[in-house]
């Protein structure tokens, strides 16, 4: 925490934000849910993520890989469904795991919320199917 605090923005950034935020709302008769770690006095939807390395292409890498798209786009939907309004953006905090514990922030891009889209529509889809016919395989 100390580490973060040293960075100027990120000290901004979470300063008055509201922390640990649970939305809850209904997607076509399908009852969602995010836990968002953090939201911006205006509006931005911030995820707090450890890493080995903080650096952008790094991080690319793991986008993909850990489904940090989806997460980005589900938060998203979440906040717009709640506060009918889009959020400003979505920005990761990312902070190294080993000393000296280096922090970035990067913001999503609109490849990374598109994918996180199409993923989420899919999920919705075979949900609902499975729902329908009670064939969950």
């Known amino acids: 925490k100390v580490s973060l605090l040293k960075n100027e ?3 901004y950034l979470l300063d008055g934000c509201k922390a640990e935020s649970s939305l809850y709302w209904t997607n076509d ?3 969602c849910k995010a836990r968002l770690d953090a939201i911006t006095i205006d509006g931005w939807i911030i995820d707090l993520k450890t890493a080995r390395s903080s650096g952008n292409d790094q991080f690319g890498k793991s986008i993909d890989f850990f489904g940090y ?13 709640v506060f009918k309004e889009s ?4 920005l990761w905090i990312i902070i190294e795991k080993e000393p000296p514990y280096i922090s970035n922030i990067i913001q999503a ?28 395989e």
């Open 9 to 11: 923005t990120i000290k």
């Open 29 to 31: 008769g399908i009852n």
């Open 69 to 81: 798209d989806v997460q980005a786009m589900w938060y998203a939907m979440a906040y717009r469904n």
């Open 87 to 90: 959020p400003a953006g979505f």
């Open 109 to 136: 891009e609109s490849w990374v919320m598109t994918s996180g889209n199409e993923k989420i529509s899919k999920a919705i889809d075979v949900f609902k199917e499975c729902t329908k016919t009670g064939k969950w």
